[in-house]
């Protein structure tokens, strides 16, 4: 499927939906996973869905299958892509901590200090973005192993101390509902720089959604269209089909 025709997926002809309180319920996880596990690769569709480090609420649609290492093999030919395209510009943006008298950059421990926005405009051959290139290239040759053993419950799906996880997705379209808290998140020049070059990648869609009652619903199969505009995501699912809490 490309960006420049429009196509249609159909994934599942039935669209089966739970609300929070329905997943409270141990049968119907169970059915929910069963559910996921009989397609492999299909829509994820989470109404209200909030962030728990910012409190953001979105509705957001997602293809649940996606294969990591593809997506790392994709991401590695997009750096190289990169590397390679003599126009490249890169715009950074991140906050750092300064003394308040000195204006030096100190750290979050500096009683008087104050936060200051950077933004940085890399062109290619520019020794701060090669370096990027580097840090981002070893990320994803050698990715740190994980820190938390999840449960396999089926194709997708995962548990963790009795919280149901559907991971393996790649994000189609997030819509916010609700802004979140815009928490400080300071970072050094570098790591900015090889963030900056990461969110350009395939592996930057790829996420993981836990499903510990912060959402309305959630909603599995249907129909997608992809139009021309890759933001334009007609769904099937409808109110009646996503059971809203009230």
Known sequence: MTEATESKMRLK???VSRTREELQNGGTAQELIATIDAAPTSIIHIAGYV???TGEMSNVFAIKGANYANTVQKSLAELAEMEADPELSLTVHWDEWVNAETGKKTTA???NKRLEH???VLEQGDERLLAGFVKVRKSLENPEKPTVEYKKEGHGVYSHNDVLYIRDCR????VVIEEGED?????????AVANAIRRSLAVSK???YRLDGRYDSISVGGDVIQPTDPDAIESTVTEKDAVPVD
């Open 13 to 15: 002809d039935v669209i």
């Open 51 to 53: 962030s728990k480090t």
């Open 109 to 111: 421990a500096c009683k």
């Open 118 to 120: 950077r933004k940085l």
């Open 171 to 174: 994000v189609l379209q997030k």
């Open 183 to 191: 928490k400080v998140r300071t970072s050094s020049e570098a790591v």
């Open 206 to 208: 790829y996420r993981e």
